[in-house]
């Protein structure tokens, strides 16, 4: 009898130490697959997308909900006075350019040929008249005052314009000065920049999507008067996707930068997304409100910010999100 016993007892250790390693066991393999489940949301990031000019709205070629591609148009300006502006600083351009080039040409022989002409002619005058005043002096009182007045006035004048011949023929001989070339190219460059500035706002009358995303807003309609940087869209970028959730403090250990993750929606609940982990917060804040999570609100928690592939464009900005990874 005592020998049964024993024989029953040694049996009952050794089924209790068959169940402990079992469950030592299936305990070490739920832990190497133990899933960490994380909750979030969507989260896409929008920008306003605003004229660089004021001006009336042309066209508004979008409506909410559309999608667009990096580098389309997407509004228009009234331009007109804008052409304007681009004719007249074209026009500037081409007037200093062919001053430019008339004083890089120098003077024509012919101008210098008139020059000496017009010289000729002067001295000439100024001899006839310089006669004829000391005449009326020689003659003293058998000239009368007034004659003698007009005879030397006229030499006078003779003689400034003599000295106005000789200087522009001086000038002509000398050719251009180094000094008015370069007031000349300044003026050329001034009038090039002022022309590509007016170019650049008439180029600014399209308004460009900066990227691929979605139109979240339509903020203004054909008509509207528009300031500079007054937003006419507000767009939603959609690469890339980001979903942002949360985790707590004693988890934060199994996760680490670009592992990977599977995301799961209400909205197609038997389809999966992958994701990567792209961010993880250094900075402990409370839950946020709008996170459908099971933990308590107060408690602490790090937002881990998650890349999402999503190639059939179904996920929406603020959609709950859940999100498991193994551990």
Not at 57 to 79: M, N, P, Q, W
Not at 196 to 202: I, P
Not at 223 to 233: K, W
Not at 293 to 299: F, L, Y
């Amino acid at each position: 009898m005592m020998i049964r016993s024993k024989k029953l007892a040694l049996l009952g250790v050794a089924v209790m130490l068959g169940l402990t390693a079992s469950w030592l066991v299936s305990e070490q393999l739920i832990k190497k697959d133990e899933v960490l489940t994380l909750y979030g949301s969507i989260d896409m990031r929008t920008v306003d997308l605003a004229f660089e000019e004021s001006g009336r709205l042309k066209s508004v070629r979008f409506e909410e909900g559309s999608a667009i591609k990096a580098g389309e148009i997407i509004a228009t300006l009234d331009d007109s006075r804008y052409r304007i502006a681009r004719d007249q600083a074209a026009s500037q351009v081409a007037v200093a350019e062919a001053q430019l080039a008339l004083l890089l040409a120098g003077s024509r022989s012919e101008e210098i040929d008139v020059a000496r002409a017009r010289l000729k002619a002067a001295e000439a005058n100024l001899v006839l008249s310089d006669k004829t005043c000391k005449r009326h002096k020689a003659m003293g009182q058998a000239s009368s005052a007034l004659a003698r007045d007009q005879a030397c006035y006229k030499a006078s004048a003779d003689k400034a314009a003599r000295d106005e011949a000789k200087r522009t023929l001086e000038m002509l001989l000398a050719g251009t000065r180094a000094e008015e070339i370069e007031v000349a190219r300044a003026t050329v460059k001034q009038t090039q920049t002022q022309l590509a500035d007016a170019q650049r706002a008439l180029n600014n009358c399209a308004l460009y999507a900066p990227a691929d995303g979605v139109i979240r807003s339509r903020l203004k309609e054909p008509g509207d008067m528009v300031n500079a940087t007054s937003p006419v869209y507000e767009m939603a970028l959609m690469n890339p996707l980001w979903a942002r959730v949360y985790i707590d403090e004693p988890n934060l250990g199994q996760i680490t930068m670009g592992q990977k993750v599977v995301l799961t929606v209400d909205s197609f609940p038997e389809k999966t997304f992958e994701a990567t982990v792209g961010f993880i917060s250094s900075v402990a804040e409370f839950t946020p409100k709008t996170v459908q999570t099971e933990a308590i609100r107060t408690h602490l928690v790090y937002e881990v910010r998650l890349t999402v592939s999503d190639p059939q464009g179904e996920l929406r900005l603020g959609m709950p999100v859940t999100a498991r990874l193994v551990k």
